[in-house]
């Protein structure tokens, strides 16, 4: 369990600019690093977390703490995923008077914006790999289909999120059970 606190630790050190930025870590980490879990059950984890109330990283934490080591690693590595984020925190905000006026704080500010954007389209960019494009051919030409036509229904409509997400889930799983050719498994 000290391997699991440590690995949540980096990752909740290192993924400034919140949860999403979070996913590329978590990927390296404990997908590929670790092999702790698949890039599928990532994928799944991350659905999950995106769904439930609360920081993504902090979510993904206890998904992964309880898998491998039930309550007490759920609460292991929850803790450790936000530990560091409190401590920086109080930390700038202790200084955060001075800071403000601070030309240099104020430039290192924009330009953590700017690598933060970055990392956290990597993150999508990750989740849309192995979202859309593992698999057999036929279920990536259906994953990419749906995919596509989410994203431009989502961005047409704006419905509520969690109204979306119910109308895919319930298209993707009539799909699955009227073309099974495309949904192996």
């Known amino acids: ?4 606190a440590f690995h ?23 997908v590929d690093r ?7 059950t990532l994928v799944d ?14 979510n993904a934490a206890s998904f992964v703490g309880m898998s491998l080591y039930g309550v007490p ?12 984020g409190c401590f920086i925190s109080f930390l ?26 970055g990392v956290i389209v990597n993150g999508g960019l990750v989740i849309v790999k192995n979202a859309v494009c593992s698999g057999e051919p036929g279920a990536v030409l259906a994953s990419a289909a749906c995919f596509c036509a989410g994203l431009a229904a989502y961005r047409r409509w704006k419905p509520s999120p969690m109204l979306f997400m119910l109308i895919m889930g319930t298209v ?3 799909l699955r059970l009227a073309v099974p050719v495309f949904f192996p498994g």
């Not at 369990?1 to 699991?4: F, H, P, Y």
């Open 73 to 84: 690693g759920a609460v292991t590595a929850t803790c450790a995923c936000i530990l560091p």
């Open 45 to 58: 984890l991350m659905a999950i977390a995106e769904m439930t109330p609360g920081p993504i990283a902090v």
């Open 34 to 40: 670790l092999g702790w879990l698949t890039a599928e």
């Open 1 to 4: 369990m000290t391997a699991l």
């Open 92 to 117: 700038i905000s202790r200084a955060n008077d001075r800071l403000r006026k601070n030309g240099r704080w104020q430039y290192t500010l924009k330009v953590l914006r700017a690598a933060v954007a």
């Open 172 to 174: 993707c799983g009539v």
């Open 8 to 30: 949540f630790l980096y990752i909740g050190l290192f993924s400034i600019g919140g949860g999403l930025s979070a996913i590329s870590l978590i990927q390296a980490e404990i």
